[in-house]
């Protein structure tokens, strides 16, 4: 590697704001994460147009564009191709393309062409020990107020799970609207976690008064949250 032209660019965290771009996308071009104040984004990349991992990935994506869309999400792709490889790729997926009876797919949400890597390396997607030229498959999940709330990496060779994809969307979503934590495995209808007793007096309350709780232990408590409660929050938006 060229390390003196190695530009160090730090990764984005969870809690950052989303490094600013704007970028020319199949879509036109976009202002991000401006253009997308007061909705939620996933933004994510992948490695290259015309790859059988990809393609599988994007099929599906673009069926489930109207349920992240309901939830208030917009999608938005990436890889290290250019413009016109995206055009024919997409147009290849919609006509000749049919996965898992996934079919005539159109791929509406924007797909950037980061030729130079400028958007890539901002968000730390190039990643050279997996690959110096093309993008791992990074998914960023970005609040209305453009604040970075979750990252996933996936190394070259692994498709992403798009179930544990909304699974993370609607638990953030749920831990804003309610003021809970998620315990493992949770997905809409499960127990939440209540904030943890914050002084002796409540967690002795906790303990012998537990309400509507269940408390494993004073600093571990749970609570119903119906399902229809919290898709009615997440989806009414
Ligand atoms: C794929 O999407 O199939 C793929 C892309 C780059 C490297 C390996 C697999």
């Not at 600013?20 to 104040?37: C, L, M, R, S």
């Not at 509507?212 to 232990?217: L, Q």
Request: glycine share 6%.
């Amino acid at each position: 590697m060229d390390t003196e032209n190695t530009q160090f660019i730090p990764m984005p965290r969870i809690g950052d704001k989303a490094p600013e771009f704007k970028a020319v996308t199949t879509q036109g071009e976009i202002n991000f994460p401006v253009d997308y104040d007061g909705k939620w984004v996933i933004l994510f990349s992948h490695p290259a147009d015309f790859t059988p991992v990809c393609t599988s990935e994007f099929i599906t994506f673009a069926s489930l564009e109207k349920k992240f869309a309901d939830a208030n999400c917009n999608l938005v792709g990436l890889s290290v191709d250019g413009l016109y490889s995206h055009i024919a790729w997409l147009r290849t997926i919609k006509e000749k393309i049919e996965y898992k009876g996934m079919k005539d797919v159109e791929v509406k949400f924007p797909l950037i062409e980061d030729i130079t890597m400028n958007v890539a390396k901002k968000y730390g997607m190039i990643q050279p020990g997996e690959s110096s030229t093309k993008a791992v498959r990074a998914v960023f999940f970005i609040d209305p107020k453009g604040i970075i709330r979750a990252i996933i990496y996936y190394p070259l060779s692994l498709g992403r799970n798009f179930d544990e994809l909304y699974r993370v969307l609607i638990g953030l979503q749920t831990a804003d609207a309610f003021g809970v934590a998620t315990p493992a495995d949770w997905q809409p209808g499960d127990d939440v976690i209540v904030p943890t007793a914050g002084s002796c007096g409540v967690a002795k309350e906790r303990m012998e008064n537990k309400g509507d709780m269940h408390c494993y232990d004073w600093f571990f408590c749970t609570k119903k949250l119906d399902k229809e409660k919290v898709m009615k929050a997440i989806l009414k938006k």
